[in-house]
């Protein structure tokens, strides 16, 4: 959060003009970067009238908890209000999300989502929205996962005439989700004082503040409750829009028997799996006939194993991009493509029947496919040549057939401990931005670790481990790895730094003398001990996350080298640019640098490197001060 302080502690700040400066001036810390002079607008013209609403209330003492990051994400609820309720003497919270806008219409599909005239786009009903977040907030703070009865949430739009939005008030309200407008201002207030006394809220923030983070919800775990039962996910913002998206075009489709495509973009952890889960899972039980596809091994395997562990049928939901050569057109009502980004420029390869060999491209298989193909991605995790799903050519692809393509983007994360910081630190570190390297600044959200060998790093992990937290190792492709294992031996060590040796996971679908097949690394205990590389991390998470940088990538002088000769990946052909090898490699350690959700060690091989890696950091980044 930005700020703490009583109503009327705001109310005078906001009166001095000092309450602006200081939210700034956090927002810097915390995320930074300036805010946009939209949000500081939005601060002036809003929280004060939410403070003085709470005073005429007569609830001067209630604590606002103003621009309240939610747990594991980095959302953030414009005001959580806590109190003691009037009624019971107990701890009571409201959400408030607070709007300007003095007109809005509902959309002509569908109420959760709303029109604005200077929104292009549609965006969710505030009502939704506010309700989004408290559900959230019960999911994942253990101050309310016991006593969700103590919270409520409701959206203020305190610019609104009934004239002027009076279509909103058709979403469903319900305890997580009121509608008031600036008109009916009393009513409000009112509100505000069943939920609230007038006794001070200090103690019933300090108890929210300090309530037990849960553990994230991780994908994998869910995966088979999520296809039966939609709620184990809760969708925000903009995740709602797009699954409400796709949603609406699969019913336009049906009912006039058209094509329409959805792309969804968005970088690591902002949800774009969760949302095609929720999308599968929902379309299942409707009845339509849905689909899968990755072109991830691990992914969908992975998918297959939890998800259709009782049930076969759900297992066969789960597909590759190459599954659909020879798919009748529009044969499925939605085909849901995750990591879209992996998209090859063919099916077809060596092993393809000359029967399959239709000579389209990979793209247009996918769009033929379904009535309405779903692509969701993010363009900065190509990891291999030839992977070539990005926004621009999908839209070209779509263009030729004369389809036309509706983009939803994606903002906030939910990997990594949902910091921004840390994201933003790691695309400045590799140089995937402008600017080059940051120091970190340690936040409550992300931990950052250096370590001075890899003995260290797996030292520390294992005594994560033993705390009850998850943990991986992984590391560029810098050396051999031995990819058959004659039955009855061990996985050879093939990661050598120094004394310290340790086997690559294994490579194929069978568990090599106790460790897990490679789809299966990310998510069976059993995969630490052996080192991940990009291909088997990537898609996954944990919650303390090893990266070894090896020589392929090394700092010296003021910047970043790229040797390829030091790779073993053989997706590199002689062929390959080294302005694509470049680039590939950095988006390598981009995705293995945020895989973890709680924190994250990191050692180099290099000495120049982990010197560059140290000046970044603090002490407090040392292995020894965690």
């Given at each position: 959060?930005?700020?703490?302080?009583?109503?009327?502690?705001?109310?005078?700040?906001?009166?001095?003009?000092?309450?602006?400066?200081?939210?700034?001036?956090?927002?810097?810390?915390?995320?930074?970067?300036?805010?946009?002079?939209?949000?500081?607008?939005?601060?002036?013209?809003?929280?004060?009238?939410?403070?003085?609403?709470?005073?005429?209330?007569?609830?001067?003492?209630?604590?606002?908890?103003?621009?309240?990051?939610?747990?594991?994400?980095?959302?953030?609820?414009?005001?959580?209000?806590?109190?003691?309720?009037?009624?019971?003497?107990?701890?009571?919270?409201?959400?408030?999300?607070?709007?300007?806008?003095?007109?809005?219409?509902?959309?002509?599909?569908?109420?959760?989502?709303?029109?604005?005239?200077?929104?292009?786009?549609?965006?969710?009903?505030?009502?939704?929205?506010?309700?989004?977040?408290?559900?959230?907030?019960?999911?994942?703070?253990?101050?309310?996962?016991?006593?969700?009865?103590?919270?409520?949430?409701?959206?203020?739009?305190?610019?609104?005439?009934?004239?002027?939005?009076?279509?909103?008030?058709?979403?469903?309200?319900?305890?997580?989700?009121?509608?008031?407008?600036?008109?009916?201002?009393?009513?409000?207030?009112?509100?505000?004082?069943?939920?609230?006394?007038?006794?001070?809220?200090?103690?019933?923030?300090?108890?929210?503040?300090?309530?037990?983070?849960?553990?994230?919800?991780?994908?994998?775990?869910?995966?088979?409750?999520?296809?039966?039962?939609?709620?184990?996910?809760?969708?925000?913002?903009?995740?709602?829009?797009?699954?409400?998206?796709?949603?609406?075009?699969?019913?336009?489709?049906?009912?006039?028997?058209?094509?329409?495509i959805v792309i969804v973009t968005g970088g690591p952890g902002t949800g774009?799996?969760?949302?095609?889960?929720?999308?599968?899972?929902?379309?299942?039980?409707?009845?339509?006939?849905?689909?899968?596809?990755?072109?991830?091994?691990?992914?969908?395997?992975?998918?297959?194993?939890?998800?259709?562990?009782?049930?076969?049928?759900?297992?066969?939901?789960?597909?590759?991009?190459?599954?659909?050569?020879?798919?009748?057109?529009?044969?499925?009502?939605?085909?849901?493509?995750?990591?879209?980004?992996?998209?090859?420029?063919?099916?077809?390869?060596?092993?393809?029947?000359?029967?399959?060999?239709?000579?389209?491209?990979?793209?247009?298989?996918?769009?033929?496919?379904?009535?309405?193909?779903?692509?969701?991605?993010?363009?900065?995790?190509?990891?291999?040549?030839?992977?070539?799903?990005?926004?621009?050519?999908?839209?070209?692809?779509a263009a030729k057939k004369g389809l036309h393509a509706r983009v939803v983007?994606?903002?906030?994360?939910?990997?990594?401990?949902?910091?921004?910081?840390?994201?933003?630190?790691?695309?400045?570190?590799?140089?995937?931005?402008?600017?080059?390297?940051?120091?970190?600044?340690?936040?409550?959200?992300?931990?950052?670790?250096?370590?001075?060998?890899?003995?260290?790093?797996?030292?520390?992990l294992d005594g994560r481990r033993s705390q009850g937290y998850s943990a991986?190792?992984?590391?560029?492709?810098?050396?051999?790895?031995?990819?058959?294992?004659?039955?009855?031996?061990?996985?050879?060590?093939?990661?050598?730094?120094?004394?310290?040796?340790?086997?690559?996971?294994?490579?194929?679908?069978?568990?090599?003398?106790?460790?897990?097949?490679?789809?299966?690394?990310?998510?069976?205990?059993?995969?630490?001990?052996?080192?991940?590389?990009?291909?088997?991390?990537?898609?996954?998470?944990?919650?303390?996350?090893?990266?070894?940088?090896?020589?392929?990538?090394?700092?010296?002088?003021?910047?970043?080298?790229?040797?390829?000769?030091?790779?073993?990946?053989?997706?590199?052909?002689?062929?390959?640019?080294?302005?694509?090898?470049?680039?590939?490699?950095?988006?390598?350690?981009?995705?293995?640098?945020?895989?973890?959700?709680?924190?994250?060690?990191?050692?180099?091989?290099?000495?120049?490197?982990?010197?560059?890696?140290?000046?970044?950091?603090?002490?407090?980044?040392?292995?020894?001060?965690?």
């Open positions: 959060m930005l700020f703490r302080d009583s109503a009327a502690a705001v109310a005078a700040e906001c009166l001095s003009g000092a309450l602006f400066f200081r939210l700034t001036e956090q927002f810097v810390h915390v995320h930074g970067h300036k805010p946009g002079s939209s949000e500081v607008r939005a601060w002036e013209r809003s929280i004060p009238v939410l403070a003085s609403a709470l005073n005429d209330a007569g609830l001067g003492q209630v604590e606002m908890l103003l621009e309240y990051g939610l747990p594991l994400n980095s959302k953030r609820a414009d005001a959580v209000l806590a109190g003691v309720h009037p009624r019971t003497g107990l701890p009571s919270y409201v959400v408030v999300e607070l709007k300007q806008w003095s007109s809005a219409e509902p959309d002509d599909d569908d109420p959760s989502l709303c029109r604005i005239d200077s929104y292009a786009r549609a965006v969710l009903n505030p009502v939704d929205q506010v309700r989004g977040y408290c559900e959230y907030l019960v999911s994942f703070n253990g101050a309310l996962a016991e006593h969700p009865e103590r919270l409520h949430g409701a959206a203020y739009l305190h610019n609104a005439t009934e004239f002027g939005v009076s279509g909103l008030f058709e979403a469903e309200q319900n305890q997580y989700g009121q509608l008031f407008i600036g008109a009916r201002r009393g009513e409000f207030i009112d509100y505000l004082r069943t939920k609230l006394g007038p006794e001070s809220g200090a103690s019933a923030a300090d108890e929210l503040v300090n309530g037990k983070i849960g553990p994230s919800k991780q994908l994998m775990a869910v995966a088979a409750q999520e296809v039966r039962e939609r709620e184990q996910f809760v969708l925000l913002d903009e995740q709602q829009i797009a699954y409400r998206t796709v949603l609406n075009a699969v019913r336009r489709a049906k009912r006039s028997d058209h094509k329409e774009k799996s969760v949302i095609a889960l929720s999308l599968l899972g929902e379309l299942y039980r409707q009845g339509s006939t849905a689909l899968h596809a990755t072109g991830s091994s691990s992914f969908t395997t992975t998918m297959r194993k939890v998800a259709g562990a009782r049930k076969r049928e759900v297992k066969d939901l789960f597909k590759y991009f190459n599954s659909f050569m020879t798919a009748e057109h529009n044969s499925l009502d939605v085909l849901i493509c995750d990591e879209a980004h992996r998209i090859r420029e063919t099916s077809a390869n060596r092993y393809t029947p000359a029967t399959n060999r239709t000579g389209k491209a990979q793209l247009e298989e996918l769009i033929d496919a379904a009535r309405v193909p779903v692509f969701l991605l993010d363009e900065h995790q190509v990891v291999r040549p030839g992977e070539m799903g990005t926004v621009a050519e999908i839209k070209a692809a983007p994606l903002d906030s994360q939910f990997r990594c401990g949902g910091s921004d910081a840390y994201l933003r630190w790691v695309v400045r570190l590799l140089g995937l931005e402008p600017g080059g390297p940051v120091a970190w600044e340690p936040d409550d959200k992300m931990q950052l670790v250096v370590a001075d060998s890899p003995q260290e790093m797996e030292a520390f991986r190792i992984s590391a560029g492709y810098c050396w051999k790895w031995t990819k058959k294992v004659p039955p009855g031996q061990a996985l050879p060590s093939d990661v050598v730094i120094g004394e310290w040796e340790r086997p690559w996971n294994v490579f194929g679908d069978r568990s090599v003398d106790g460790a897990p097949p490679a789809a299966l690394w990310a998510t069976d205990p059993a995969g630490f001990g052996q080192v991940g590389c990009v291909y088997t991390a990537q898609g996954f998470e944990y919650d303390w996350s090893g990266v070894i940088i090896g020589p392929d990538l090394v700092w010296r002088d003021d910047h970043w080298v790229t040797d390829r000769s030091a790779s073993k990946d053989p997706v590199f052909k002689k062929s390959t640019p080294d302005t694509d090898v470049d680039r590939l490699i950095r988006n390598t350690y981009k995705v293995l640098l945020t895989r973890g959700m709680v924190g994250t060690v990191v050692y180099s091989t290099d000495a120049e490197t982990r010197q560059k890696l140290r000046s970044l950091t603090n002490a407090t980044s040392s292995v020894a001060a965690v």
